[in-house]
């Protein structure tokens, strides 16, 4: 039930972020919607595709592509009200990070791979949407851009994969990553920490 | 025959779309051919990827790299002559899109999807060729401009999902489906029908 | 034995090469070791994928992380460095050119394809990396602009594959597919040799 609540509001934020994306592209109103479900939804298609779990399970409910229209119909229809509200849409931003990273870190595992590579895999689920709208918006990545968002997804996957190879029951040790993926990503973004950016002049 | 007639002229007609848009941006004759490879049949192999049917049916056939040959030299050596044709282009490439986005639709729902999700496919079969070369000629994909033209795949998908899963026969309701969505497109085109754009002041 | 080297000292060079256009970009630290690791290995990962060997050949082993890892923080904290060696690096890089077109169209035979198609996807094998870097930096591909990169690739895994195909001996005809690939590379490096831009004034 919590995780349910959890997932549906973490991927009502991805999307929001996606739909938001699009808007500031001037994309039509398909666009808008396009993108909503490609950041909702690209982070566990990719993950799905990579271990063989086909047909995703994003395109084997109709959730996820209700959320999208939701979602990217706001964004299109109230844009500037949806950026008032910026800090609820990141605390549900990194909400959704959390969970993301160790539900996918969690299928990697049961797919075979090592505790290191189903980490990895987990914050691919989790920064996967991002990424794709990014491309799709013909701009380079966010998650390149000195926030430190794929790096809290990476530490929390790590933690519940190391914990989950030395024997600490998922019970314990996935609310955990979780919680540490979404506390670092907002203790980093109330701080305003960043990873230092290349300098090609060095 | 019919089918496979379509199928060629529709294949083609994506080709070209990709090579002119390589020759816009200046690229190699390499480019230009990849190009067209990548407009005529990434929307495929994206869509048996997604449904675990590899490797893709775009992968075992001589035919689509030969058309893709063909039209990314025509592109290359003759674009001024190309573009001239805009608007035969145009027609077959609306062809393409109602074959495919059925024939795509067709292929998810036996890999068991539901009719909605079935339909996002069939339309993702349509359009993908499109926004890969977009992406690979680093622009943000034509179809979030207003075009009326994942919204008329979509549109004739849907119609062939759901008469599809009220039981109407494929030999009646594939053609009609693969109708609508050519006729949609064509009828947008020539009466300039625009979706509506964003608009992030609003 | 040679062949682990030369598949270290190969995906050493694109990680390098992906690391470097991080820098040109100045991501942070974390999208630099990123697109080191997206450059090495991608290619790979797209034939996987395509031919339905997941999880992915290098998803299950540290080796290609480790060196994205190095690779990546040398292009970070020694970019100008790195630079200066660009020779050796071209260097290593065509061999992991050869290297990586010919296991790729190995691996695209087994699986089934023709001769043709397997060619074609050991090329992918060997360009997939440097393009998927390429995207991921909002930029046009590098293998469009006139460099003498993926033809070199996709001349050495045809002859490969039709070496193949007639009945020679893999251990006769991968070494030579591999050093014609790495060889045509290395002379249109040194030669200046160029593939014919498109123009869309033509």
Known sequence: ???TALDIVG??????????????????????????????????ILRDVLIGAVPPAAL????????????GLLCFFSYRRILRLARPVAFFDAIGLGLFCVVGTRKALDAGLSPLMAALLGMLTAIGGGLAADVLSARSPMVFRREIYALAALTGALLFA???SVGVPDLVVAPLGALLATSFRLIA???DWHLPASNPDR
Chains 1, 2, 3 share one sequence.
């Open 1 to 3: 039930m919590l995780v």
């Open 11 to 44: 991927t009502f934020a991805f999307a929001l972020s996606g739909g938001l994306r699009a808007v500031e592209n001037r994309m039509d109103v398909f666009g808008v919607v396009f993108l909503s479900f490609v950041a909702a939804v690209t982070g566990g």
């Open 60 to 71: 084997q409910s109709w959730l996820y592509v209700t959320i999208a229209i939701v979602a």
């Open 162 to 164: 190391l914990g989950d």
């Open 189 to 191: 973004l109330s701080h």
